[in-house]
């Protein structure tokens, strides 16, 4: 594995060599690393037959025989309205193999689920836990769902390949320069097995002094409306695919610098690749088009996030997953530079469910530096799906 993080640390030093190169440089690296890291996140085979035995004995008496639950006039326990229905794929795949293994061996409270159910840990040993888990795969018939295991940490800027529901609030606030802010509000929901759209508002505040007064002004920028498309992903090899199309509208103020004044369409490929050791690179290629190019020019945009995930207290604590980016974009216009920004960020899970998770990292440029601000970068984000914002801590 030593030599996946030493080939992926090569290929980011190539990457920096060649960026004048702009946009073949990206691709290449698209290319290259897909082609690399076809290595793959190898389950070990269990044994689902035993599985199977293990869930009659054990699990059936509250999870029922179909997996949807034990009828409740059967159970004693009132529902939490997080009880899984192992049946149903939009439930059960964004949830990683590990965050089951946990419930199932410490019990429910040890993610900030109900107590009701129980730990496991002293009646099974590791492999029959993995082998009940294999079990409760089979249960969701529909393997075109992509899996939780390739939700990879999200980065401050690259955009991930896993369709989400999720809402974030991110806010980059500049460090030198004219003082300045930007606050975006996201919201990410999934439809149908593959698909996910977005919405991005941006608020804007900004310092626009002279040399006679201070004056902040506030606003709403030029908001996103998307959709995000998986079209391929694999456990087996680790790695997801993504395309997104989607529109800016000119919502924001052009005379105050809050917008561009035009519709711009913007596409982008999002790629990323878990290793076993849950080393984790995304990358993401786009294009804004804005409609009208006498205001705002066309742009192409590449990034990348490297990654690392830590589980503090083996696996039971929290995750922390520090990740560094290169960010990368250029106007499509005659002698245009290429602006490349480098942002070292810590994620880390809050609550014990690991559904709110909190980021902060610097955004520092170092091409092009004239003009571009430096800027501290903090998002928190909620995981809806995973349980109300009050609820698993
Ligand atoms: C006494 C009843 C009971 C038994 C026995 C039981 N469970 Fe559960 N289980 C629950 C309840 C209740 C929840 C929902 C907890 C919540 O959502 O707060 C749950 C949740 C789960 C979850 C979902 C965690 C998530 O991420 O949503 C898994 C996985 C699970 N059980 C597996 C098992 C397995 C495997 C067995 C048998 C080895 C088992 N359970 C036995 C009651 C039980």
């Known amino acids: 594995m030593r030599k996946h993080v030493s080939q992926v640390m090569e290929l980011l030093k190539i990457r920096a060599l060649i960026k004048p190169a702009g946009v073949s440089a990206g691709l290449i690296i698209f290319a290259s690393t897909a082609l690399l890291f076809s290595q793959s996140i190898r389950e070990r085979s269990h044994d689902v037959k035993n599985g199977e ?122 460090t030198h320069g004219a003082p300045g802010n930007t ?37 709403v920028g030029d908001a996103t409306l998307g959709i995000k498309r998986e079209m391929f992903s694999s456990l087996r090899t680790g790695s997801i695919l993504s395309l997104f199309g989607g529109v800016i509208v000119p919502s924001g103020s052009r005379s105050r610098g809050f917008g561009t004044g035009t519709t711009t369409f913007e596409t982008f490929a999002a790629f990323d690749q878990l290793f076993p050791t849950n080393t984790f690179v995304q990358l993401q290629a786009g294009v804004d088009l804005p409609r009208h190019t006498d205001i705002a020019p066309q742009t192409v945009f590449w990034r990348a996030a490297l990654g690392q995930s ?33 942002v070292p960020q810590m994620q880390v899970t809050i609550s014990r469910r690991q559904h709110i998770r909190a980021n902060l990292g610097f955004n520092q440029p170092f091409t092009n530096t004239r003009g571009r601000q430096n800027q501290v970068v903090f998002y928190l984000l909620w995981d809806w799906a995973d349980g109300k914002l009050l609820k698993g801590w």
């Open 310 to 342: 830590f589980a503090a207290d083996h696996g039971l604590g929290r995750l922390w997953s520090p990740m560094v980016e290169f960010v990368a974009d250029r106007d499509l216009v005659d002698g245009a530079k290429t602006n490349w920004n480098v």
């Open 53 to 174: 035995r293990i869930y009659k004995s054990g699990c059936i008496a509250c999870h029922g025989a179909t997996g949807q639950g034990a009828p409740e006039t059967l159970t004693e326990f009132k529902r939490p309205d997080t009880f899984p229905d192992f049946t149903r794929c939009d439930q059960t795949t964004p949830e990683p193999n590990s965050a089951w293994k946990d419930v199932i061996a410490h019990g429910g409270p040890a993610r900030g689920f109900s107590q009701i159910m129980p730990a496991f840990g002293e009646l099974l040993a590791s492999d029959q836990i993995d082998d009940v888990i294999a079990y409760l795969r089979t249960l969701c018939r529909n393997t075109h769902w992509a899996r939780g295991e390739l939700n990879l940490p999200r980065a401050l800027i690259t955009e991930k390949a896993f369709p989400e529901d999720e809402e974030v609030i991110s806010t980059a606030i500049n």
């Open 183 to 219: 606050t975006d509000i996201i919201h990410e929901q999934r439809f149908g097995v593959h698909n996910q759209i977005e919405v991005d508002v941006p608020i804007e505040f900004q310092d626009q002094s002279n040399a006679q007064s201070h004056t902040w002004y506030g606003g």
